[in-house]
């Protein structure tokens, strides 16, 4: 069996800047991996049938540390009627304990004139399809078609969110100049959400920028320009009810206010450069992918001394310090199992059980129908899932065993793989592949398939190396048993949880087509110290 640090999610997300309409915020959350995209050749056809008209197209190259990662294509087009569409083409390749993985993402935003946002595209790339997800706007609603929904769902949307192609055009329709700060919204297509943006206008610096060797485009060369810098903050957002910061971005544009440059701190991986260049430049392939950071590695806390035994510990307390963090007990979940005890800022203590025995110290709560129902993610119909489902648990009538059962059964039965990007549990039924977000999801799936309600966890969990210990980032899955909530890790196949599992949030996955239940970790990735304090 691998060992768990192997299993950690990648959360990603994006926003949306001046230049582009969505990027990278990490899973991961690459997922840090990564949310929504459009398929190319989806997009032309659509764009021809509408009779559209190329405006503009550029290419960034993009690198990770120091490393050539990929690259992003920005295009604009109009189409009769004036109405525009910005279309974004991600290329990434990212590293997770030593395998490198290639992320892509494609999305559109079709606004007016006064860059109004009329509809949006997403295609979920994963190992085994894609899935489209499509919206339209009208007034201050918002109506999704998701993959395999049979109806539009209605949110509620900010009629005030600028398009990309608006965005793009603040800085020179405002004319910036140092000093100045700009605010406006942004819609958050993988997140379903708006976001508040404030771009604020540094001075003019000295910086590096591609210029492309005439005779032959797919080389270039740095040279130094002075630029003026914007640095673009997106305000806190909030995700199951907790605050999170995305990241943010400084660009640096020319006279014209056109970007050139930027960087974004990504948690886990160091910095991400994108530099202005040519398509041959771009997307050439990296010459040493070795050299990418690896997020797997980067992401895990070392810790200072080792548990004996973690499977025969009844109680930790862990001392949790997050950096810049005023209440950093409300990133943790709080429960039967985990509690939070002494605070100060950026300091929480935790004490944290042993899960493998039912807890008798809290009231059954009532089941949701939320818990028991398939949905996109965790298709429980799907007819794979089930009939896994019906062979794990065979004649058992016990939801307890049932769920253990499972548990057991998808512990032996998948292949353990870092080089899995996320999927569907149908998806991942049929492979029967993944690190601990495919063992989880099935799981939950299939726990669900034969009527245990069930959900997934999201948090850290401790490992014994052999140069040290560490906590590193991890997925589980729980259900619920005489109205009380229950973990298991099919990773692990225990039975139950250990001390070790540090539980961030939870989630059921209804009405979710985006990887946005995975951002919590964003809130610790990066910022986070432990150190044991006691051992029952």
């Known amino acids: 069996m691998a060992t768990p640090h192997k299993t950690c999610p990648r959360p990603t997300s994006q926003w949306s800047g001046f230049y582009q309409p969505s990027r990278l915020a990490l899973f991961g959350i690459t997922a840090l991996v990564l949310l929504a995209h459009f398929g190319p050749q989806k997009l032309t056809l659509a764009q021809d049938a509408i009779k559209s008209k190329k405006i503009s197209e550029h290419y960034d190259a993009a690198y990770l540390s120091g490393a050539h990662s990929g690259w992003f294509k920005t295009r604009l087009d109009k189409q009769s009627g004036d109405a525009y569409i910005t279309s974004l083409n991600m290329n990434l390749q990212i590293k997770r304990y030593g395998s490198v993985v290639t992320t892509r993402m494609d999305t559109t935003t079709t606004e007016d004139a006064q860059g109004k946002i009329l509809a949006m595209t997403l295609t979920q790339h994963l190992d085994m399809g894609e899935a ?59 997140l379903l959400m708006t976001t508040v ?14 210029v492309a060797d005439k005779a032959d485009p797919s080389k270039v060369e740095r040279k130094t320009r002075k630029l003026l810098r914007v640095d673009v903050i997106p305000e806190p957002i909030k995700i199951l009810g907790q605050p999170l910061k995305l990241p943010s971005q400084a660009i640096w544009v020319d006279e014209n206010y056109e970007t050139l440059r930027s960087k974004t701190e990504m948690p886990g991986m160091g910095a991400l450069h994108l530099f202005r260049s040519t398509k041959e430049a771009s997307t050439k392939p990296g010459l040493t992918p070795e050299l990418l950071p690896d997020l797997g590695t980067g992401s895990t806390i070392v810790l200072a001394k080792r548990i004996p035994d973690i499977t025969t510990a009844n109680r930790i307390k862990w001392k949790m310090t997050i950096a810049d963090e005023e209440n950093p007990a409300s990133a943790f979940s709080q429960d039967d199992r985990q509690s939070a005890g002494p605070a100060d800022r950026g300091t929480v203590v935790l004490t944290v059980k042993s899960g493998r025995e039912e807890s008798r110290d809290t ?64 998806q991942v039924a049929k492979s029967l592949t993944g690190d601990c977000r495919q063992h989880a999801m099935l799981a939950a799936a299939m726990c669900r398939a034969v009527e245990v309600p069930s959900r997934t966890a999201l948090g850290l969990v401790y490992v014994d190396q052999s140069a040290n210990a560490i906590l590193g980032f991890h997925m589980w899955m729980e259900v619920m048993i005489d109205g009380k909530w229950r973990g298991l890790d099919p990773i692990f196949g225990l039975k139950g949880l250990t001390p070790g599992h540090i539980k961030i949030c939870d989630h059921s996955w209804k009405n979710t087509q985006t990887l946005a239940p995975l951002l919590p970790v964003l809130r610790v990735m990066g910022k986070l110290q432990a150190v044991i304090l006691e051992v029952e």
């Open 363 to 426: 009231k059954p709560v009532p089941e949701s129908g939320e818990f028991k129902e398939a949905c996109y993610y965790l298709d429980s119909d799907d007819a794979t899932v089930r009939g896994l489902a019906i062979l794990a648990v065979g004649r058992e009538t016990d939801p307890w065993q049932k769920a253990v059962k499972i548990e057991q059964f998808v512990n032996k039965k998948m292949k353990v793989s870092s080089e899995v990007g996320f999927a569907t549990a149908s």
């Open 132 to 190: 489209l997800t499509t919206a339209r706007v009208e007034g201050n609603k918002m109506f999704v078609k998701a993959p395999g929904a049979e109806k539009e769902r209605e949110i509620s949307f900010d009629p005030e969110a600028l398009g990309p192609r608006k965005q793009e055009a603040l800085l020179r329709e405002k004319k910036a100049k140092p000093g100045d700060s700009i605010k406006y919204k942004s819609f958050e297509a993988s």
């Open 197 to 210: 943006i404030e771009a604020k206008v540094g001075q003019m610096e000295e910086i590096d920028v591609f």
